[in-house]
């Protein structure tokens, strides 16, 4: 499966969780997924709670990138999200609590729910968290592998 590989410097700023969402939006439509369908709300949250992890928890810049199938009407095949940042703290999903009102603390949850894979590794100086979504149709993506390096991606 060739994938299509497509990265966005986030900075040290929240408000750059909204720039980061309205960005994987423009490359789901480049890449052919509809953008009403369930796989691209998804990626969407998802990005948007990787994020804000990696930008309010670090304070430093952050790396997003977004790994697509080429053709996403060949097989259905996962997009990757992976979101690069500057703290070697292994990221720790908190589950919501009896405080209904509380507002966070809650993405990592989101996305373990949310996603069929996901996972962290150390990245130079940082760590990677990374998760898999299935196909553009929605099927999961059961069988995709966990890669031990960073995924080279095909042009």
């Not at 979101?83 to 609590?97: E, F, Y």
């Amino acid at each position: 499966m060739q994938v299509l590989q497509v990265q966005l410097a986030v900075q040290a700023d929240p408000a750059e969780v909204a720039r980061a969402r309205r960005w994987v939006r423009d490359r789901l439509r480049a890449g052919g997924i509809d953008q009403d369908s369930p796989v691209a709300e998804t990626l969407v949250l998802v990005v948007s709670e990787l994020v804000t992890n990696a930008v309010v928890h670090t304070g430093h810049p952050a790396v997003l990138r977004l790994l697509l199938p080429v053709d996403p009407a060949a097989a259905p095949a996962p997009v990757r999200v992976e979101v690069a940042d500057a703290s070697r703290t292994a990221p720790a999903p908190r589950h919501a609590g009896a405080d209904e009102d509380a507002t966070n603390g809650r993405g990592l949850e989101l996305v373990e729910l949310l996603c069929e894979r996901w996972g962290w590794y150390p990245d130079g100086s940082g760590k990677r968290v990374w998760c898999e979504i299935g196909g553009p149709d929605g099927a999961p993506c059961a069988a995709a592998a966990q890669p031990a390096a960073p995924v080279a991606s095909a042009r």
